[in-house]
C-alpha cells in the first residue's frame, strides 16, 4: 500500500497511441467530465439550499413572528400556512431524513459550517474539472493531428 494519500496517475505519450485509442481516451475523459460537472451542478444546488435555509432562519425567526401566521415551504414551489410555535429554537434538516431541534444560533453555525464545507469542495472539484478538460484538449489536439496527417483513422 502507497504512503501518498492522493492515488498516482500513470502518464502516457499521447503521439504513440493509435486514433482508436485516442477515440476511447477522449470518450473516457467525456464521460468523466459529465459526471463531474454533473457532480459540480448537484453540490452548487446543494450549497445554494443551505444559503436559503440561512437566509429563512435569519430572517424569518424573531420574538416578533411567533404566534403570527406565515407561509411553510413543503417544496420549493409549495407553501402551507402556518404558525411559529417557538422563537427560540428551529428543526432543522441534518440528512438522510432525520431532523434535529437546534437553538437559532446553533441551526445558523450549521447551516454557516456546511455551506463552508461545500464551497471547499466545489473549489477542489471545480481544479479536478478544470484539470479533466485540459486533459481532454490535449487528446483532442493530438487525434485531429493524427487524423490531418493520415496516420490513423477517426473514430466515430
Do not use: W
Amino acid at each position: 500500500m502507497s504512503d501518498s494519500a492522493e492515488p498516482q496517475g500513470q502518464t502516457v505519450d499521447l503521439a504513440s497511441l493509435s486514433a482508436q485509442q485516442l477515440g476511447s481516451v477522449k470518450k473516457q475523459l467525456d464521460d468523466e467530465l459529465e459526471h463531474l460537472t454533473t457532480s459540480f451542478s448537484k453540490l452548487r444546488s446543494a450549497q445554494a439550499k443551505f444559503r436559503e435555509c440561512l437566509r429563512s432562519i435569519k430572517d424569518g425567526v424573531s420574538p416578533k413572528t411567533a404566534g403570527k401566521s406565515l407561509l411553510v415551504p413543503l417544496t420549493t414551489s409549495l407553501y402551507v400556512p402556518g404558525m411559529l410555535a417557538d422563537s427560540e429554537s428551529v428543526i432543522v434538516d441534518v440528512g438522510t431524513g432525520f431532523y434535529v431541534e437546534k437553538s437559532i444560533i446553533d441551526a445558523l453555525a450549521f447551516y454557516a459550517l456546511k455551506i463552508e464545507d461545500l464551497g471547499k469542495n466545489l473549489k477542489d472539484l471545480e481544479s479536478i474539472v478544470q484539470g479533466k478538460a485540459n486533459n481532454l484538449r490535449m487528446v483532442e489536439d493530438v487525434l485531429r493531428q493524427k487524423v490531418i496527417l493520415g496516420n490513423g483513422k477517426a473514430t466515430p
